[in-house]
């Protein structure tokens, strides 16, 4: 089920990713660092976890299901992980991100901030962490872009005042 560059279980090379992503500072300009699935623009950064097989070939419900559950799995462990440094996370709706029942749509100058974009087209929601004293928040989320892709377990970091209220 899983690609051939990630483990069964979330390792210590994902926790490194998000201390990473977590630090690092924000580039003014987007960009993609290539094979370790990054991408960064101003005010965030984002990566790619973990990632289960496509489903062009085999979408049946038992193959889909397993695959979620994988992934799963792993957001629960890397999510107890950061509850234990950072208390428990806000689960943030992300369909408001999207624009369609807010004023957004209706002020051709509100435009929703990356990662928010990005993440209110492949995931309902995340589960958000703020992070003392640094301005921003980290997020883990699992998406899927298009019924015959991949899913994706993400990482996001962002600025505080992205969020809404």
Do not use: N
């Amino acid at each position: 089920m899983l690609s051939q560059h990630e483990s069964a279980s979330p390792t210590d090379d994902q926790l490194s990713t998000i201390d990473s992503l977590c630090t690092l500072p924000f580039p003014e300009q987007e960009g993609k660092s290539g094979k370790d699935g990054r991408w960064s623009g101003p005010g965030y950064h984002m990566a790619v976890l973990r990632e289960s097989q496509d489903f062009w070939d085999d979408r049946s419900e038992e193959v889909v299901e397993a695959a979620e559950r994988e992934l799963e799995a792993d957001l629960a462990v890397l999510a107890a992980t950061l509850t234990d440094r950072w208390g428990s996370p806000q689960v943030v709706d992300l369909w408001p991100y999207l624009g369609f029942d807010t004023e957004a749509t209706h002020d051709p100058d509100s435009v929703t901030p990356e990662p928010l974009l990005f993440l209110s087209g492949v995931a309902g929601d995340m589960r958000m962490w703020r992070l003392p004293d640094s301005g921003r928040w980290i997020a883990l989320t699992i998406g899927q872009a298009d019924p015959e892709w991949p899913f994706q377990l993400l990482a996001a970091v962002g600025e505080t005042s992205a969020l809404r209220p």
